[in-house]
């Protein structure tokens, strides 16, 4: 086909569009850890889980494989700097308890309070894929800004979510169409 | 704390901020079939891999059972129509072949020629999690369109990628910031 280009699967990851960006949260040998994460999906609705792919060097692998729990941070593009740094900055070397005020649920995993929304997660089950292990959390609670909220729940516009593609973060843009509603434009075509 | 709310974990799928916009591709049956899916992440660097969560009662789950393959095809905001109804209607009751115009790598996964990305998958492993299974699927190959690439790969502002959130499309926004870069601001504070 001319109008296609075939690429190396190498750099697949890098396909995928959009990307959120997260935080990790972890304890590792007592000491709260954030790592910063675009390789994630809710994985379940009922009973409610989240999946993130960790790459097996990272310093968040040992805290979870150690507490059996994390937390999904959705920080702000208000917490930019501290979220990228946690991207580059590893906890092995770093000290990161300061990055961001932590609380706790239930679990040994801490939450970062200047984050809007907060999922604690205790471990339901992993899978070593390679490079990468693919950790599966239950959702136990999860903790929203009241002032990223309206009646209607988290505000997305309120809590200005960062995006990831190819390296660079973004911000959201504006509305485009309701799912479950513009297509029914098509069967009317 | 009373800055924080604390939500039932039952709807904790709506609170991973943002979600990506892509369609699954699978052969049922001998037909080509078109499922919307927000809950895709890469799952692995090295092979890379993709995990998507499909509800077991989604005709989609029929396809890579039968075949052990799909395909992830990343639709832009000029198919948003399409790519909502394949959301609304089930392949179980309407015929999606003509949907988009079908391509095929080595595996029975249809691509969707319309989309500007699509990556073949071949079936490594699932994870039945409740009401979803966690299909994760190696990258086989990687299609893109020309139109959309430049000398630095996919482009984004060509591709014009659709970002869900709480049951709305949103555009991509403006730039942000470089990641890896960013953070370097904290270490400089």
Redesign the interface.
């Known amino acids: 086909?001319?109008?296609?280009?075939?690429?190396?699967?190498?750099?697949?990851?890098?396909?995928?569009?959009?990307?959120?960006t997260?935080l990790v949260g972890t304890e590792v040998e007592g000491k709260a850890n954030y790592m910063t994460a675009?390789?994630?999906?809710?994985?379940?609705?009922?009973?409610?889980?989240?999946?993130?792919?960790v790459?097996h060097i990272r310093h968040t692998a040992l805290g979870i494989d150690e507490n059996k729990a994390f937390s999904?941070n959705?920080p702000s593009?208000r917490q930019?700097?501290?979220?990228?740094?946690?991207?580059?900055?590893s906890g092995a070397k770093v000290d990161k308890t300061k990055m961001f005020t932590s609380?706790y649920g239930t679990f040994k995993a801490p939450m970062a309070?200047e984050c809007p929304?907060?999922?604690e997660c205790s471990l339901?089950?992993s899978?070593d894929?390679?490079?990468?292990e693919?950790y599966?959390g239950q959702?136990?609670?999860?903790?929203?800004?009241?002032?990223c909220?309206t009646e209607f729940?988290?505000d997305?516009v309120r809590?200005e979510?960062?995006?990831?593609?190819?390296?660079?973060?973004?911000?959201?843009?504006?509305?485009?169409?309701?799912?479950?509603?513009?297509?029914?434009?098509?069967?009317e075509k």
């Open positions: 086909m001319k109008d296609k280009t075939s690429l190396e699967p190498t750099g697949a990851h890098a396909f995928l569009f959009p990307m959120p997260v675009a390789w994630c999906t809710p994985a379940c609705a009922a009973p409610p889980m989240i999946a993130v792919a790459n999904i959705v593009v930019v700097i501290e979220t990228d740094y946690c991207g580059i900055a609380f309070r929304i907060n999922i339901h089950s899978v894929l390679g490079s990468h693919l599966i959702v136990e609670s999860v903790f929203v800004d009241k002032a909220s729940g988290p997305p809590i979510p960062i995006i990831y593609l190819k390296s660079k973060y973004y911000h959201m843009g504006h509305f485009l169409a309701d799912a479950f509603s513009e297509g029914k434009k098509h069967a």
